[in-house]
């Protein structure tokens, strides 16, 4: 539904006007202007630290603007607090769902709002609204199913009922395909319409402009916490709006592996393993990964690679299969024989499971091998020789600030990265396990550990790429192999693979 | 493996102060004691003064204080060392007991030289202690079972142990709740008999300020407490055990990434802490106490190390600082009861009300995050 | 035969009632993501504050409920800084203990002349049997039933509580601020108030678990009263899975235990090997309990509203 340029309040359910952000002394929203329209789509468009997510967490009351006012329905209003957005009839579907996983669906969504009769929870009414609310909508949930078992879609859904119950007249959606296969955006997007038309506000946090292209009515897009351009998507082509979200031009080609490949360094046998609940989440996975490759396994989160990484590097029981690492059996040993056997770990969340923040940069950078020579000499540590080391390691990967003495807490995310992987590399493995290796980091930082990765590929290494980003998989890996509901479904070249085969697989709609 | 690193931690240990807090809330929580005793009547300055004087006011007085606080430093040093494993060893108090009642039993029934004896019976206690850590270690790394609880079992399992022992027939004194008192040769009390014999005696009567000195069971036990703080403040930096133990504490999950056995690393954690708190109990009998006698209810060397561990923000240093604190006005309170007739507990209270401000983060830190955050500006 | 069954069921029960009650303290206060390992503290100040106040009250039921009194008193300081101030709960847990047992015995002193006990309560200010001379005395029945009224208002408020949390709104707003604060403060839920009442209905109950000692159970306070029953109520509630069910029989079999002890204790085995038997039955029922897998999810972790970067 194209609509003239905004500017005009009529019919405007929301307005933000002059909204200013500041964190320390980052600007992540410079005097931002934006209205909402009855059953339009808007998608907010922007690079990863753009300010979409603060310009709408301001406007749900998850943090307070220094500068600008919101109006909702042409009345000025202070929202400090999302109890107090929700009244206003916004409601806001968060990238990470604030659900509680021991409670059913059905009690997520009556949370704060329950219907009683005597003093009890009267559970029937409850569940015949929620059930019209789903029909109209067209959100298909099973109320009493708990959410902790419940697949990501389910949730999502379960939200964005909980913001209908709530008699929500603006919906923001923060990134909800980030998580979805294929096919499960399909569904989201037949939702969205389907909000809009019921005259919904919808607004979509997004970098991705196909998401844009496909669903959206108006388009912002944000650059550096400035509001850059607002048209009707009907108007723009993709290159046009990548083009206005970057700034400048798209990054080039993968860069091409410079070493051949070589004999095969891991291989995984019909491999099962359990997860937290018992419930097998890798069901007879086998793979190969060659020295001088990097081997991406992309697939939606939740299809068992946090559990085949575990298993892989000895923090979890491999029920049945085996693990054989340059001939070596390697099925559940322990992690320290693991490691000294030539195996790294670069994994998902550095500050849980990668580095101790509270421990200095140097700590950090032993901590696999502070029990031997030269850092350590019948359980007593060298300082010196620890210390020269990380000054080294600081020099060579370039880590800021450059005092190896101070706590890995105080470094920003791209750095605590980067001693990660200095780690790792450092110690010359012949398998490095790599898990989303640029998860929240600016683009020059992903860009600066994709070349690091390329390099130890480069020396003839081997490396298992887990990543949920098909664009850094398509990058960096050699061949890419799909991993749907435990199993390889499917294994590619990436050099020939195709984004549509690669969804379909994820999605399990292959032969896999 | 996995389950350590799965085990979600109930609590979360971080213990948040510094200098400046522990001294505020060394304020506050007498503070809150001249409260109480107003309400019960009592004048707060004279009782405050009743126990500076108590334990500062002579020569003996600073050498009990002293003799007192000992114990504390043990199980003080026990709960910190716990605290930077990641770990709340409230079971300092069971492990106290165990090695105190090893002690005794070794300490009777072995008889040996005086140079062998005393350092076998320390061997054996502390040993015992480091044993009944290690079964709350244990249940942690095994399945998991929260070790404040199941400590805290321990300590009671551990209490009626004791009286078992105590009053069986052979041990038991006869008429008495007691057990037979240790052997000379497991002594380490200063010149214990020596300053009740004759010639002993003549001589300390020329020299006042000795006698008066020796009036206490001056013993090695704070000699050998100050030694195990320097090699805990050694072995904390300078070791690879120290510094499993700390990455273990800081984050669990991360070491285990890393190649740490985190299960090994919790039981010996607990272990290392049961042997230090029992150090300060087999030392308690060797120097002060002599024998081990039924027990009505804890003693509490386990819970006020937990207030000298809290108080010293956990570090080595702090520990012995609050210990001697605690150990001073332990003893000048005792006096109390006796000069005003005002009840002792209100130590205990006092105690209570430090470790509660302890506890608080601190308040100008919450209150500066409070308003930034309103403002818009956040140090991301 | 019979008799010895029914004295053994009979004692167990008594010896249940207040494991019961202060273990529903804890289920309140752990359910809404506040450790409860203050309980002891609690429950010793409300067993003083009981015995002291039938010396001088009319009845028991106004000792009984002063004791609750106290016992929320603490617990409301314990709350302050806690849920207030965001203190570590483990440490402010010890202090409440600390401040507790020691509250107790000083004014313990102060009001009755520097003793350590307090005067033993008469019979008639002492919690009622309400069935007394219902059965022959002697008898099964009469084993079994005759109790102390804590008995059967343990029994009563576990059936409520178990409502309570279950079947109301405000019992699943209070799960749910212990499952996920972030997210029922989202939605409106205040999340500081209900823990702040949870932790305040927690030292009620720990109080009237109190009393259920020291003026039914026995006649008088005194300092080796309650010994860790506390922290056996806070055992009972971890390996009841934090549901009130599951703490109900956990209390039953550690009551039975202490039942057993008396059982057995005029029979020459010795006392002490005895009294440790409830400790070592919790320490095992503890292991079996396989750590925290079911505990409330924000359990122990202070919960202040996220400020985003």
């Given at each position: 539904m194209p609509t003239a340029?905004?500017?005009?309040?009529?019919?405007?359910l929301v307005e933000m006007r002059g909204i200013t952000k500041l964190f320390g002394r980052t600007?992540?929203?410079?005097?931002i202007d934006l209205t909402l329209r009855r059953g339009e789509v808007h998608a907010l468009l922007g690079e990863n630290g753009a300010g979409k997510s603060t310009l709408m967490n301001i406007l749900y009351g998850r943090c307070l603007p220094a500068a600008g006012e919101i109006f909702i329905r042409g009345v000025k209003t202070i929202i400090d607090a999302p109890r107090t957005a929700i009244r206003c009839g916004i409601g806001m579907v968060h990238q990470h769902f604030l659900l509680?996983?021991?409670?059913t669906a059905l009690e997520n969504i009556i949370l704060g709002r329950e219907p009683l009769k005597r003093g009890r929870i009267d559970l029937r009414r409850a569940q015949a609204e929620v059930a019209e609310l789903a029909r109209r909508y067209g959100l298909?949930?099973?109320?009493?199913?708990?959410i902790g078992d419940s697949s990501v879609a389910m949730r999502q859904k379960v939200e964005i009922l909980k913001a209908l119950y709530r008699k929500a007249e603006v919906l923001i959606l923060d990134?909800?395909?980030?998580?979805?296969?294929p096919a499960e955006v399909d569904g989201l997007v037949e939702i969205v319409r389907e909000l809009a038309l019921q005259g919904k506000s919808v607004v979509l946090i997004t970098h991705k402009l196909k998401e844009v292209m496909r669903v959206a009515d108006v388009c912002t897009i944000l650059r550096n916490g400035r509001r850059i351009a607002t048209f009707p998507?009907?108007?723009?082509s993709a290159a046009e709006l990548a083009e206005k979200m970057i700034g400048h031009r798209l990054p080039v080609a993968p860069a091409a592996a410079t070493a051949q490949r070589g004999p095969v360094t891991l291989r995984v046998e019909d491999l099962y393993v359990n997860n937290g609940s018992g419930?097998?989440?890798?069901?007879?996975l086998s793979l190969e990964v060659h020295a001088g490759e990097i081997l991406g396994i992309v697939g939606?989160?939740?299809?068992?690679q946090s559990e085949l990484v575990e298993a892989i590097a000895g923090l979890r029981r491999i029920t049945s299969g085996r693990v054989v690492f340059r001939g070596r059996e390697l099925t559940n040993k322990r992690p320290r024989e693991i490691i000294e056997s030539g195996l790294g770990l670069i994994p998902e969340d550095r500050q849980q499971s990668g580095l101790?923040?509270?421990?200095?940069v140097a700590e950090n950078l032993v901590?696999?091998?502070?029990?031997k020579p030269p850092f350590s000499w019948r359980g007593l540590l060298d300082s010196r020789a620890i210390s020269t080391f990380a000054r080294e390691i600081i020099r060579s990967y370039d880590?800021?600030?450059?005092?190896?003495?101070?706590?890995?807490?105080?470094?920003?995310g791209g750095n605590q990265q980067k001693i990660v992987l200095a780690r790792e590399i450092a110690r010359d493995p012949e398998l490095l396990v790599a898990v989303q290796?640029?998860?929240?980091?600016?683009p020059g930082s992903a860009a600066e550990i994709h070349g690091l990765l390329a390099a130890h590929r480069n020396r003839g290494r081997a490396i298992l790429l887990v990543s949920f980003d098909l664009d850094e998989a398509h990058y960096l890996a050699d061949r890419i192999a799909v991993i749907f509901q435990g199993r390889i479904v499917g294994i590619l070249e990436s050099a020939a693979a195709d984004n549509l085969e690669i969804g379909l697989l994820m999605s399990g709609g292959g032969a896999g | 493996m996995i389950r350590v690193v799965q085990?979600?931690?109930?609590?979360?240990?971080r213990v948040d102060g510094g200098l400046i807090s522990a001294s505020v809330a060394i304020f506050l929580g007498l503070a809150f004691g001249a409260l109480i005793l107003k309400a019960a009547g009592i004048a707060p300055l004279a009782a405050y003064a009743v126990i500076l004087k108590g334990a500062f006011g002579k020569p003996a007085s600073v050498m009990y204080a002293i003799v007192k606080a000992t114990p504390l430093i043990f199980t003080g040093l026990s709960i910190a060392l716990a605290f930077r494993g990641?770990?709340?060893?409230?079971g300092a108090e069971g492990q106290f007991i165990v090695a105190a009642l090893a002690a005794a039993l070794t300490g009777y029934y072995l008889q040996l030289p005086a140079a062998v004896h005393v350092p076998v019976v320390f061997l054996i206690a502390t040993a015992a202690a480091g044993l009944w850590g290690g079964i709350a270690g244990f249940l942690k790394a095994?399945?998991?079972?929260?070790?404040v609880v199941s400590t805290i079992m321990l300590n009671w399992i551990a209490l009626h142990l004791q009286n078992f022992v105590v009053m069986t027939t052979g041990f038991r004194k006869p008429d008495s709740e007691a057990s037979f008192t240790i052997r000379e040769s497991a002594s380490i009390t200063l010149l214990g008999e020596w300053k009740y014999s004759g010639p002993g005696q003549s001589w300390l009567q020329d020299h006042s300020v000795v006698q008066d000195l020796l009036?206490?069971?001056?013993?090695f036990g704070i000699v050998v407490a100050v030694a195990v703080a320097l090699a805990l403040h050694f072995i904390l930096k300078k070791t690879t055990a120290g510094y499993t133990l700390r990455a273990i504490g800081f984050n669990r999950r991360a070491a285990a990434y890393g190649g740490i056995d985190v299960e090994r690393g919790l039981v010996m954690t607990m272990v290392a802490a049961g042997a230090i708190a029992g150090a300060g109990g087999a030392l308690h009998v060797m120097g002060v106490a002599k024998n081990i006698a039924l027990l009505?209810?804890?003693?509490?060397y386990g819970f006020d190390g937990l207030a000298v561990a809290l108080m010293g923000n956990a570090s080595i240093a702090g520990c012995g600082v609050s210990a001697l604190l605690l150990g001073a006005l332990k003893y000048g309170g005792a006096k109390m009861q006796a000069?005003?007739?005002?009840?002792?507990?209100i130590i205990v209270i006092i105690t209570g009300a430090i470790v509660f401000f302890v506890g608080i983060p601190r308040i100008s830190r919450e209150l500066l995050r409070a308003r930034r955050a309103r403002i818009g500006r956040n140090d991301a | 035969m019979l008799e010895d069954v029914g004295f053994i069921v009979g004692t167990s029960l008594m010896f249940t009632a207040p494991l019961m009650l202060c273990a529903l303290g804890g289920v309140l206060s752990e359910n809404a993501?506040?450790?409860?390992?203050?309980l002891e503290g609690m429950m010793t100040l409300g067993a003083f504050t009981a015995a002291a106040s039938g010396n001088f009250t009319a009845g028991p039921w106004q000792a009984f409920l002063a004791a609750g009194l106290a016992g929320a008193s603490l617990a409301a300081l314990y709350a302050v800084a806690?849920?207030?101030?965001?203190?570590?709960q483990v440490v402010s847990s010890i202090a409440v203990n600390f401040l507790g047992v020691g509250g107790s015995l000083f004014f313990c002193r102060v009001f009755f002349a520097g003793a350590t006990m307090t005067p033993p309560v008469s019979l008639d200010r002492?919690?009622?049997?309400?069935?007394?001379?219902?059965?022959?005395?002697?008898s099964f029945p009469d084993l079994v039933l005759?109790?102390?009224?804590t008995v059967y208002v343990a029994l009563l408020l576990a059936l409520l509580v178990w409502f309570f949390l279950s079947k109301t709104a405000a019992g699943m707003r209070i799960r749910a601020v212990g499952e996920n604060p972030a997210a029922a403060d989202c939605l409106g839920v205040r999340v500081g108030l209900i823990r702040s009442l949870s932790v305040v209905l927690s030292g009620a109950f720990a109080g009237f678990g109190g009393a259920a000692m020291s003026?039914?159970?026995?006649s008088s306070f005194r300092?080796?009263?309650?010994?860790g029953h506390g922290f056996m109520a806070l055992a009972a509630v971890i390996a009841g899975r934090w549901k009130p069910q599951g703490a109900l029989i956990a209390c039953l079999l550690f009551g039975s235990s202490e039942a057993l002890v008396v059982f057995f204790?005029?029979?020459?085995?010795p006392s002490s090997l005895l009294s440790l038997l409830p400790y070592a039955i919790a320490l095992v029922v503890l292991a079996g309990a396989r750590?925290?897998?079911?505990?409330?999810?924000?359990?122990g972790l202070p919960y202040r509203r996220e400020t985003l970067n």
């Open positions: 340029t905004a500017d005009l309040p009529e019919g405007a600007r992540a929203n410079d005097q509680v996983q021991a409670f298909a949930i099973d109320p009493q199913a708990r990134e909800p395909t980030a998580v979805l296969s998507v009907a108007e723009a419930v097998p989440a890798v069901r007879g939606v989160d939740g299809n068992g101790v923040l509270d421990l200095s901590l696999k091998d502070f029990r880590i800021r600030p450059s005092d190896e003495d101070i706590r890995a807490a105080a470094l920003s290796p640029t998860r929240g980091l600016d | 085990v979600r931690r109930l609590f979360a240990t990641g770990l709340f060893n409230i095994r399945y998991g079972t929260h070790e009036r206490a069971p001056v013993n009505t209810s804890m003693e509490g000069v005003l007739g005002a009840p002792s507990e | 993501g506040v450790t409860a390992l203050g806690t849920v207030g101030l965001g203190s570590n002492k919690i009622p049997r309400p069935l007394n001379g219902l059965f022959p005395p002697g005759n109790q102390y009224a003026i039914a159970l026995v300092p080796t009263l309650i010994s204790g005029d029979r020459n085995i750590g925290t897998a079911q505990a409330p999810a924000a359990l």
